[in-house]
């Protein structure tokens, strides 16, 4: 089955994993846009962004960019 995933937060990772592992077709993942975190304000993706990334998955970030 051809899925897209959408999530932020570090919970849905491990369940994003398993979808993956169980032989579907992930066609891309939405998330948030990378956001300035700490005293020096670096943007840092969010847990599922970075899951995508090492999973070599398509990520989109901003929903406005597709209207």
Known sequence: M???LMGTNAFVVP???AIKN???EIMAVFTRAPKPTGRK???T???VHVWA???N???H???NEYK
Do not use: A, M, R, Y
């Open 53 to 55: 990334c090492e999973n």
């Open 2 to 4: 051809k899925l897209v």
């Open 45 to 47: 993706p969010s847990p």
């Open 41 to 43: 304000k670096i943007l």
């Open 15 to 17: 369940i994003f994993d």
């Open 22 to 24: 169980s032989g579907h």
């Open 61 to 63: 970030t901003n929903i």
């Open 57 to 59: 998955l398509t990520v």
